[in-house]
């Protein structure tokens, strides 16, 4: 069965800096391409980050560009959100997302990351 | 960047009732378009992929259509699992997510 976790999230302080982890299980990771999508409380769904299976190819949003980091250890079989320079924008429940021919056929259930002083 | 638009933002129905929901792209996406069902407290569903493709698992009564800047999500007969926000999403050119479609009950 496939699995993703989310963790990481909490509570930061603006400015602050943040690294949420995405554990996999159920398939072979390093075959698989993924993704980071957000989705701030009562807001809709934003994709922010994507990174191929051998991850040497990464894209990201405009609104993260510059501030985050995608990476993945596929020995270890997990994918990372590195976050610098966070504002209460920032807020969201993040979800990692499997990928395939392009569609995200599996999530994770989300970890909360809150920006607040 | 493509901007995804959907309409109406919430769709007030009753069970049985058939039910459409539109997606307009600022740009042609060919084809390169997915929707997803989330319910509140839950990771989004993969519905349909390529504009008009069921994914395996999903009823029958949803269908969708269309291609390059307008697509439907078509409900044939609204059950009561399906109240829950819908969303387009393109990938032409990464990914982009429309604003989402509530649908509640009447």
């Known amino acids: 069965e496939v699995q993703l976790e989310e963790s990481g999230g909490g509570l930061v302080q603006p400015g602050g800096s943040l690294r949420l982890s995405c554990a996999a299980s159920g398939f072979t990771f390093s075959s698989y391409e993924m993704n980071w999508v957000r989705q701030a409380p009562g807001k809709g769904l934003e994709w922010i980050s994507y990174i191929n299976s051998n991850g040497l190819t990464m894209h990201y949003a405009d609104s993260v560009k510059g501030r985050f980091t995608i990476s993945r250890d596929n020995a270890k079989n997990s994918l990372y959100l590195h976050m610098n320079s966070l504002t209460a924008e920032d807020t969201a429940v993040y979800y990692c997302a499997r990928a395939e021919n392009q569609n995200f056929y599996y999530w994770g259930q989300g970890t909360l990351v809150t920006v607040s002083s | 960047d493509i901007q995804m638009t959907q309409s109406p933002s919430t769709l007030s129905a009753s069970v049985g009732d058939r039910v459409t929901i539109t997606c307009r792209a600022s740009q042609s996406i060919s084809n390169w378009l997915a929707w997803y069902q989330q319910k509140p407290g839950k990771a989004p569903n993969l519905l349909i992929y390529?504009?008009?493709s069921l994914e395996s698992g999903v009823p029958s009564r949803f269908s969708g259509s269309g291609s390059g800047t307008e697509f439907t999500l078509t409900i044939s007969s609204l059950q009561p699992d399906d109240f829950a926000t819908y969303y387009c999403q393109q990938y032409n050119s990464l990914w982009t997510f429309g604003q989402g479609t509530k649908v509640e009950i009447k």
């Open positions: 390529k504009a008009s």
